[in-house]
């Protein structure tokens, strides 16, 4: 039996010298295992703190 999937996708970008280049990433997660991949993706975040984001951390926790 085939399961079901959610895909999760992210479009970071970054200026490379005179060129702004994007990078598409995706990550295929079963549904039956999303609840415990958001978990895993919770557990680091600091008290008060909503989301993970490159650039909202503090150089330490990049």
Known sequence: M???FEA??????ALRGDRQEYLICAALVETS????AR???RSPLLPGQ???HWTDESE???
């Open 50 to 52: 909503v989301k993970e």
């Open 33 to 36: 295992d999303c609840e415990a």
């Open 8 to 13: 999760f996708i992210d479009e970071p970008s």
């Open 60 to 62: 330490p926790c990049r």
């Open 39 to 41: 978990g895993g993706m």
């Open 2 to 4: 085939v399961g079901r």
